[in-house]
């Protein structure tokens, strides 16, 4: 059972790799379209600029590495202090199915305000996993 947290997790570690592979094939389908000049990557803001048409994936895989880098860092203590229950493996599936939803609605340009409402139900579960995990250790169990 413990190892079940593992799942979500490698569903969440294949939509960095999905995120990652549409925005390598967005850039590289825009340079061929496009040829970049040299001032055009000379600088992180020319660069930014260059491929801003095609941005929305490599926007999505930032935000994949700032609250999911907490999700990834207790997945681990989770197992190591045999913590992944029933409940923490239910919270771990709704994280990572609202960060799909999220990728999903960000890299195709969806509803800001859905895009915010999602973002921020999952930040809750997370928060939810993290204090039942303080909970559990600071009672001992």
Known sequence: MQVDILWPTFLLVALVYAVWLLMFVKRSGH?????????????????????????????????LFEMPVLYFALVPLLLITRHADHLQILLAWI????????????????????????Y??????????????????????
């Open 31 to 63: 340079m061929k379209a496009n040829p970049p000049a040299k001032e055009d990557l000379a600088t992180g803001e020319a660069a930014l600029r260059y491929f801003s048409p095609v941005e929305m994936p490599a926007n999505n895989l930032r935000n």
């Open 95 to 118: 994280f990572v199915l609202l960060r799909v939803a999220h990728s999903v609605i960000h890299a195709t340009k969806g509803p800001v305000m859905a895009r915010f409402a999602v």
């Open 120 to 141: 921020a139900l999952s930040c809750a579960i997370l928060s939810a996993m993290w204090i039942g995990f303080a909970i559990d250790i600071a009672s001992g169990r």
